[in-house]
């Protein structure tokens, strides 16, 4: 399946000042297979390592002599390693002792040598055993497929043609195409596995049989990770749709567990975040460049990586939200935050808040920071997109900063000067004008 991420790998691949890349995301993005496709089809050979459970990778990192390093791969696995011929890729590479410090060595000893390793964010995070190779290495974050390319795995790139180019005219003579397929994402969301299952048989039941695997997969983590706050872990993980289905998404400890306290799950919610697993949407007190400076971490919203594991994990019905228009309204339209989220982390926006304002119902789902300007985020699950916040925050609440905002609802596309109207489907290729 084509994966917009490629063109990065082969951006990476051509650059003259080039350093070992770290390819980082939650299990089952799919990390692996993206890795394996560009080093076939990009090298004129290519040296795939798995350090999972690899005795061979167990000691293979004991001193950090590249050379070394390279003639006992060459000879393990039969193969020749050539500068700018070869893509080293070292997989899961967290599991091995000393393979990430090895990065720093094969930047400085050996930079000519393509070298790639992939590893969950969490386990890279966790390895406070060794140093991290700080200026030594390049990273890429790896998400779910957007709706872009799930409509690729769909043979429709036609259709992306048209969001790519926000050919509006075009997008709502298609509008009834476009939703029956934002229908299907919604329900299968963006793990490949998944999106395949569902593309080959078209059955709902065995997509979501593959869909409670890979959460199940999830669940046996938690305590393989961090025994102490494996229980903590599964009581965030398995709230997190009961919050998002509040009126105020904004994350309740007490919701929790009656009269917990943030101290009790800070740990468990960090591992999420860590793990790829959830997306932390902090709280801004002013909505000013740059938001990270003004970013209040102790009022937030969680959100799933993706929107068809959310569905999952709610139980809803696939044949209400494939046939009907239940996808879009369910639970507090929580689906349809989760997914402009998921779109826009696709976009490359990885930093994403929301704004409240004290003693005030006033509150804005999302704010991004381009180079230029905060973009004010309205996102509506429907055609009906009366509210009174959005328009409040832009043309009275802070009417001098010239906000210009953006709702995402099942409308077509409208500039009204002060904000911009995009269809929910168009999410992803309009995050990515900057």
Known sequence: MKR??????????????RKPLILLGARQVGKTYIIKNFGKKEFKNFVYVNCHQNEFTNNLFHNLMVERIVTEIERFYDVKIVCGETLLVFDEIQEAHNGIASLKYFCEDMPNLHVVAAGSLLGISLRSDESYPVGKVE????????????????GRQGLVDVLDELAWDSMKSMNEEYTELLRQYYFTGGMPEVVKTYIATGDTSATRKVQQDILDAYQRDFAKHTKSQAENIRRIWNNIPAQLARENKKFIFGAVTKGARASTYEEAIQWLVDAGLVYKVDRVRDPSMPLKFYADSSAFKLFVLDCGLLACMSEANPNAMLLGSNAFIEFKGSFTENYVLQQLKASGYQSVFYYSKEKSTMEIDFLYQTLERIVPVEVKAEENVKSKSLSSFVNYEFQERNFKAVRFSMRPY?????????????VESFGRRR
């Open 4 to 17: 917009f991420i490629y063109n990065n790998l082969v951006k990476w691949k051509n650059k003259t000042d």
């Open 414 to 426: 409208i500039d009204q000067d002060w904000m911009e109207n995009v269809p929910l489907y168009a």
């Open 139 to 154: 990273t890429l974050k790896m998400y779910p497929m957007s709706f872009s390319e799930f409509l690729m795995a769909k």
